[in-house]
């Protein structure tokens, strides 16, 4: 089994900045890829960035580009996002996942062990 914990979320202005922890335990996870999402109330999960294994390759949606930078360091089996010039509908709780595949997956029926997330609200 495995863990994942999210952590970092708070409330922000617009145009402020948050940075998110998702630190995984139980099974090294240095060999999958790694997802964040997010949901806002009365919307569906949609997918915020991906990482593949290596850190070398990252994926982002549309509305986040620019902004929102995916990382992960391995030795501390914790994956991040830094969130820049947020928005107020940037507002949503945020889930990190495992991409088992690591094909940089955008469907969030593609992962599997979920973290229970961590509420980013951003004011404007």
């Known amino acids: 089994q495995v863990q994942l914990v999210e952590s970092g979320g708070g409330l922000v202005q617009a145009g402020g900045s948050l940075r998110l922890s998702c630190a995984a335990s139980g099974r090294s996870f240095s060999v999958y890829g790694m997802g964040w999402f997010r949901q806002a109330p009365g919307k569906e999960r949609e997918f915020v960035a991906a990482i593949n294994w290596s850190g070398l390759r990252t994926y982002y949606a549309d509305s986040v580009k620019g902004r929102f930078a995916i990382s992960r360091d391995n030795a501390k089996n914790t994956v991040y996002l830094q969130m820049n010039s947020l928005k107020p509908e940037d507002t949503a709780v945020y889930y990190c996942?495992?991409?088992?595949?690591?094909?940089?997956?955008?469907?969030?029926?593609?992962?599997?062990?979920w973290g229970h997330g961590t509420q980013v609200t951003v004011s404007s």
């Open positions: 996942a495992i991409d088992l595949a690591d094909r940089g997956t955008r469907e969030p029926n593609e992962y599997k062990y």
